[in-house]
């Protein structure tokens, strides 16, 4: 893979993994856990934060925006 792509990606994972869900009712949660733990290239919320930068932009701005495009993802596969 692309080293430039590989460096968002660990940008991105580095901060999706600090996330910390409320997990109540569990049988609501745990397929909702399952999927965003599932993995895979996550280019969406990648892209996000690779163009913040490219346009001169604090690429750390563009975390949050590409959590929520990660997740809203996740959900509308759900």
């Known amino acids: 893979m692309n080293p430039v792509i590989q460096h968002y990606q660990t940008i ?3 901060q999706f993994e ?4 409320l997990k109540f009712p569990v049988e ?6 399952y999927a ?3 993995g895979g ?3 969406r919320p990648v892209l ?3 163009i913040c930068d490219f346009y001169g932009n604090n690429y750390q701005d563009a975390i949050n925006p ?3 495009i ?3 993802h996740n959900f509308t596969l759900l």
């Open 48 to 50: 996000t934060i690779m």
């Open 18 to 21: 600090k996330l910390k869900f």
């Open 66 to 68: 590409a959590i929520a």
């Open 70 to 72: 990660e997740t809203f």
């Open 28 to 33: 609501l949660y745990e397929p909702i856990d």
């Open 41 to 43: 290239k996550r280019l």
């Open 12 to 14: 991105f994972f580095e």
């Open 36 to 38: 965003l733990k599932a």
